[in-house]
C-alpha cells in the first residue's frame, strides 16, 4: 500500500527531527516543545562529553579488524556533531597511560549511548507514544 | 581529577540525571527516581568493591 503525501511528509519531518536530536542532544525535545528537558539535555550530555574527554578518554573510530573498538565507535558516534568537532579538531586522541583514560572511555561511551536514548524518547513523542 | 569516588559520583550523577529525566515528566517523580537511581548506584558500587576487596586480581 502506497504512503499517502500527508504521510511522507510526516515521515520525512520524523527523520529529520531525529537527525537533529542525533546532532545536538536535547534538539529534538526542544523541537517538540519540550524546553526544559530539552535545556537538561542539551546541557547534562555535552557536559559529560567534555569531561571524558578531559579525563584523557579516546574517541573510537570505526574499525571492523576490532569488532569491541567498532562497537566504542558506534556508542562514541551517538553524541553526533560534537564527536566529528572534537576529532576534527584532534582532540579524544586518548592517553592510554593515564591513570583516568578508562573512566574518560566510560563518559565518552555513556554520553553517546544517552544521546540514543534520547533520540528514541524525541522519535516517540513525536509519534505519539508518550 | 584522580579520585576514583569523585569520579564515580560524577558519573552516577549525570546518567540518573538523564535517566529520571527521560522516563518521569514530573518533577517531584524526576526528583525521586533520579535520588533512588543515584544512591543505587553509589551503594552498588561501594559494596561491590568491597566484596572485591579479598579477591586479588
Same mark, same amino acid.
Given at each position: 500500500?502506497?504512503a499517502t +503525501?500527508?504521510?511522507?511528509?510526516q515521515?520525512?519531518?520524523?527523520v ?5 536530536? *542525533? +546532532?545536538v542532544?536535547?534538539? #529534538?525535545?526542544? *523541537?517538540?516543545?519540550?524546553h526544559?528537558?530539552g535545556?537538561?539535555f542539551?546541557?547534562a550530555l555535552p557536559?559529560m =562529553?567534555?569531561? #571524558?574527554l578531559a579525563?584523557g578518554g ?7 579488524a576490532e569488532p569491541?573498538?567498532?562497537l566504542? +565507535?558506534?556508542?562514541d558516534?551517538?553524541i ?7 576529532s576534527?579538531? #584532534?582532540y #579524544? ?9 578508562e573512566y574518560g572511555? +566510560? =563518559?565518552l ?9 534520547v533520540?528514541?524518547?524525541a522519535r516517540?513523542i ?5 | 581529577?584522580?579520585?576514583h569516588l569523585?569520579?564515580l @559520583?560524577?558519573?552516577?550523577?549525570? /546518567?540518573?540525571?538523564?535517566? $529520571?529525566?527521560l522516563t518521569k515528566?514530573d /518533577?517531584?517523580?524526576? $526528583?525521586?527516581?533520579g535520588?533512588l ?5 553509589? @551503594? $552498588?558500587a /561501594? ?6 576487596? &579479598?579477591? &586479588?586480581l
Amino acid at each position: 500500500m502506497r504512503a499517502t +503525501a500527508a504521510e511522507q511528509t510526516q515521515t520525512g519531518g520524523l527523520v529529520l527531527l531525529c537527525i537533529a536530536a *542525533w +546532532a545536538v542532544p536535547g534538539a #529534538g525535545h526542544l *523541537w517538540l516543545g519540550r524546553h526544559s528537558k530539552g535545556v537538561l539535555f542539551l546541557i547534562a550530555l555535552p557536559v559529560m =562529553f567534555l569531561v #571524558g574527554l578531559a579525563l584523557g578518554g579516546r574517541l573510537f573510530h570505526i574499525e571492523f579488524a576490532e569488532p569491541l573498538v567498532g562497537l566504542a +565507535a558506534v556508542a562514541d558516534l551517538g553524541i553526533g556533531a560534537l564527536y566529528v568537532v572534537a576529532s576534527a579538531l #584532534g582532540y #579524544g586522541a586518548g592517553d592510554v597511560r593515564a591513570v583516568t583514560y578508562e573512566y574518560g572511555n +566510560a =563518559f565518552l561511551i555513556v554520553a553517546g549511548l544517552l544521546n540514543l536514548l534520547v533520540v528514541i524518547d524525541a522519535r516517540d513523542i513525536a509519534l505519539g507514544r508518550k | 581529577m584522580r579520585s576514583h569516588l569523585l569520579l564515580l @559520583v560524577l558519573f552516577s550523577f549525570f /546518567v540518573s540525571l538523564v535517566f $529520571a529525566v527521560l522516563t518521569k515528566d514530573d /518533577v517531584r517523580e524526576q $526528583a525521586r527516581f533520579g535520588g533512588l537511581l543515584f544512591t543505587g548506584f553509589i @551503594v $552498588a558500587a /561501594v559494596v561491590l568493591g568491597w566484596l572485591m576487596y &579479598p579477591f &586479588p586480581l
